[in-house]
C-alpha cells in the first residue's frame, strides 16, 4: 500500500521556521519525484518544492526561493523541508506528492503525481 505521511506543522510567529517531513513508504522511492504543494482557504493548490531522487535536481516556486530547503533522505524514504523566515502568506495546508514520471519543467502541475499524503496544516501569526 502506498502511503504518504507529512508531519511537523503546526502554528509559528512570522520569521519564524518549521520542518515538514513526508514519510513514503509502498514504492521504489529512489525513483520518484517528489513535491511539496501548499493550498490556503479558497485558493488553489501550488507546488512550493519539490526534488528528484534519482539526481538530486531540486526546483523551488520563487515565492519560497531562499527560505525554504528541501533535501531528500533515501534510506529513510523521507523528504524535509525546512521552512525559514515564515511569512504570514504561507499559512496553508502543505502537502507532498510522488511523480514516477515528470518533466522537470512541470514540476509543479498537479496532474503529473500518482501519490498524495493527507496534508499538514501550517499557520504563521503576524
Known amino acids: 500500500e502506498v502511503q504518504l505521511v507529512e508531519s511537523g506543522g503546526g502554528l509559528v510567529q512570522a520569521g519564524g521556521s518549521l520542518r515538514l517531513s513526508c514519510a513514503a513508504s509502498?514504492?521504489?522511492?529512489?525513483?520518484?519525484?517528489i513535491g511539496w504543494f501548499r493550498q490556503a482557504p479558497g485558493m488553489e493548490r501550488e507546488g512550493v518544492s519539490c526534488?528528484?531522487?534519482?539526481?538530486?535536481?531540486?526546483y523551488y516556486a520563487d515565492s519560497v526561493k531562499g527560505r525554504f530547503t528541501i533535501s531528500s533522505d533515501n534510506a529513510k524514504n523521507t523528504v524535509y523541508l525546512q521552512m525559514n523566515s515564515l511569512k504570514p502568506e504561507d499559512t496553508a495546508v502543505y502537502y507532498c506528492?510522488?511523480?514516477?514520471?515528470?518533466?522537470?519543467?512541470?514540476?509543479?502541475?498537479?496532474?503529473?503525481?500518482?501519490?498524495w499524503g493527507q496534508g499538514t496544516q501550517v499557520t504563521v501569526s503576524s
Open positions: 506528492a510522488a511523480a514516477n514520471r515528470v518533466l522537470l519543467r512541470d514540476w509543479a502541475l498537479i496532474d503529473n503525481y500518482n501519490y
Open positions: 526534488i528528484r531522487n534519482s539526481d538530486g535536481r531540486i
Open positions: 509502498g514504492f521504489s522511492f529512489d525513483g520518484y519525484t
